[in-house]
């Protein structure tokens, strides 16, 4: 039997800083994100089907990214829990798009993050014919961070 795996990337624009950095990131800036999603799975063989001969819509990864990265995330900016002053700040902001997490907001957090977000679905969704495998959170067009599931 064949093992396939197929991915998908979206973008979205976010802000963040890492307050105990000793660089530049210690300032307030922002990324344009993009986000690769890469799932393994079983072909659909279900003749007749709109996903005959497919793993998955691709059309169907990016509804799922959508909704639970990408709307929710996009143009956000994103805070450690413990930058108090920076949360206080931000709430003085009427209507800003605030996403405070646990841990500072490194790439490598972010990509955690949203791998949790993601996985579950998928296996609920598909009932363990498809799992998230890898997700890839570039934060530049030259830095990124990956994570995996082994077991995939």
Partial sequence: MSLFQITRRLEFDAGHRIPNHLGQCRHLHGHRYQIEVTLRGDLNQSQGSSEEGMMMDFGHIKSIMQEL????????????????????????????????????????????IAFNRIAPVLLEKYQGRIRLYQLRLYETPNCWADIFDESA
């Fill in 69 to 112: 990265i990408i709307e929710p995330w996009d143009h956000s900016f994103f805070v450690a829990q413990v930058d108090t002053q920076l949360i206080d700040f931000l709430k003085t902001i009427a209507d800003h798009k605030t996403t405070i997490i646990d841990g500072v907001p490194t790439a490598e957090n972010l990509a955690k």
